[in-house]
């Protein structure tokens, strides 16, 4: 059995398929790295998609394919419950990482080599478009990771029928130098004029 099971495994494939896979994670990790909310990621992106690569490769022999791909993203669903809540992002990058190495192990019946690299580069470039055209044309030039709830102050300020929003800057100013932060980012969270005070979350 141990004989069989070496034969019919391809060290070839497996090479071209790991090093299309490998291109792939690294080529997204320099891309979120560019983005200092995401750079902490790149680690447990890597090994992921080198641990998913591998499992389903290997196991693709007992004809499990389908099956297994669906218990990955249910596995990796329940640890996602069982840590810290992860914002929308954070899960789209995830299920790209799971998503194409299922995809870089499993294609290799109905996939060439060629038509894999393809789709690999495909996402590359979405995930470009998406990352440095529509983050900045939506968020306002503010990647929506930047909102740490880890990094956040509540601030409670007197409402004025005036000009508020000056308040709000000088506060924040206020803030900066007296804690030594640099705000990345601002959210007016409540206004209540019953009770004169404006609610605004802080990001740095």
């Known amino acids: 059995m141990i004989s069989l099971f070496v034969m019919e495994f391809d060290w070839n494939t497996a090479l071209v398929r790991f090093s299309v896979n490998t291109g792939f994670i690294t080529s997204m ?11 902490r990621f790149s680690f447990s992106f890597l090994m992921i998609s080198l641990i998913v690569f591998f499992l389903c490769f290997t196991l693709k022999n007992f004809d499990l394919n389908l099956g297994m791909a669906l218990g990955l993203f ?18 789209t990058y995830l299920f790209i990482t799971i998503g194409m190495a299922v995809i870089n192990a499993l294609s290799g019946d109905f996939l060439s080599v060629s038509e894999l690299i393809i789709i690999n580069i495909t996402v590359i ?22 909102e740490d709830i880890n990094r956040r102050i509540v601030l409670q300020i007197g409402y004025t029928d005036g000009d508020f929003k000056k308040v709000i800057d000088d506060e924040i100013k206020k803030q900066e130098k007296n804690l030594n932060i640099n705000v990345k980012t601002f959210k007016i969270f409540r206004i209540d004029k019953n009770l004169n005070t404006i609610t605004v979350h802080v990001y740095y």
């Open 125 to 146: 470039l979405f995930i470009i478009f998406g990352e440095f055209v529509l983050m900045k044309f939506s968020y306002n030039k503010v990647h929506p990771l930047a």
């Open 29 to 39: 990790i320099l891309i979120i790295s560019k983005l200092m909310v995401l750079r």
């Open 74 to 91: 249910a596995i990796f669903g329940i640890i996602r419950y069982r840590t810290q809540p992860l914002q929308t992002e954070e899960m």
